[in-house]
């Protein structure tokens, strides 16, 4: 049963997301488990009386077997638990429907990437983003693009990079008299690859944390310097890989926004300008999706404070 689909008295029985996890006592003395269980559908609060372990916060963002009842708790739904176990090898569910995923077809999102990159006449951009695909194709495909604020999901980099892409082809021809195409596209492609190394993964796939060399260099030193390996055992031009590097290095746009180097080339420019717009059209979408029609949201930290107007038509 999914957990939009539950309803007060509803009995519960299956494989969800244990979202949060706190082992706490009541006043009496009794031991209990307190937390946060979701799936792709909704997130509802959990209890589990007269319980001590071993499920614990250390396995927050791991997946649990489940069984017990749905009951109105103040208002609000919340499922009390008769069992609870972490998901053993053998058990049978399907991850994408625990996680948020991608709302995309990914298998044809991957191969309209490579097409792209098929399609470019620079030999040299094309040998370098073929290099990067061949090391990280897998990862790639299933990692988010961030831990949270947009494309927070699984395969959420696939998705952010092929919209790029087709926004980059779409710009290059419209400004074809001084961009260069191959170089926007392979910037556009590469700029957040090292997030793969950002970037600490649960059970899930989901981003936990940040990982040291995530902490201490960041995507973009990271994504610049296994570039510039890699440019440099393909034997591309000097100026070819310090251009990609210095795509990658300033694709936040602006030092404050967490950018090395400001932008100075075109293809610089119009790369941080259509990350932002593809970023920031992310965070309307999901939030929209959440409001009602005729309605506003919330504030939406990531918009500058803004609340968001969801038209009727």
């Not at 006043?27 to 372990?53: C, F, H, M, Q």
Request: hydrophobic content about 40%.
């Amino acid at each position: 049963m999914r957990l939009n689909e539950i309803t007060n008295g509803s009995t519960i029985s299956g494989f969800y997301l244990l979202k949060q996890a706190t082992l706490r006592t009541t006043n009496t003395g009794k031991p209990y488990l307190s937390g946060i269980i979701a799936d792709r559908s909704a997130a509802v609060e959990l209890k589990v009386w007269d319980y001590g372990g071993p499920v614990s916060t250390a396995d927050e963002g791991k997946i649990v077997f489940l069984s017990g009842r749905v009951q109105d708790f103040r208002g609000m739904l919340q499922v009390t638990a008769d069992k609870i176990r972490l998901a053993e090898a053998g058990d049978e569910y399907k991850l994408s429907e625990l996680v948020p995923t991608a709302p995309i077809d990914l298998n044809r999102a991957l191969a309209e990437v490579e097409q792209m990159l098929g399609n470019m006449t620079d030999k040299d951009y094309q040998s370098v983003c073929k290099e990067m695909l061949s090391r990280h194709r897998e990862a790639f495909a299933v990692i988010p693009a961030a831990k949270s604020v947009h494309h927070g999901f699984r395969s959420g980099l696939l998705m952010h990079t092929a919209y790029m892409m087709k926004t980059a082809l779409w710009l290059a021809k419209l400004y074809g008299d001084f961009i260069d195409r191959d170089l926007l596209l392979a910037g556009t492609f590469l700029h957040d690859f090292a997030k793969i190394r950002e970037f600490t993964l649960s059970q899930t796939g989901m981003v936990s944390e940040y990982s040291v060399p995530g902490q201490l260099l960041g995507h973009l030193v990271m994504g610049a310097q296994e570039v510039s390996e890699v440019c440099r055992a393909l034997s591309v031009p000097e100026e070819k890989a310090i251009l990609l590097q210095h795509l990658i290095l300033s694709h936040h746009g602006d030092p404050s926004f967490g950018s090395a180097v400001v932008c100075q080339c075109a293809e610089s420019e119009l790369l941080a300008y259509i990350d932002l717009i593809d970023s920031r059209m992310e965070i309307y979408r999901e939030t929209l999706e959440k409001t009602e029609p005729g309605t506003f949201s919330e504030r939406v930290f990531a918009l500058d404070n803004k609340r968001l107007y969801r038209h009727k038509t």
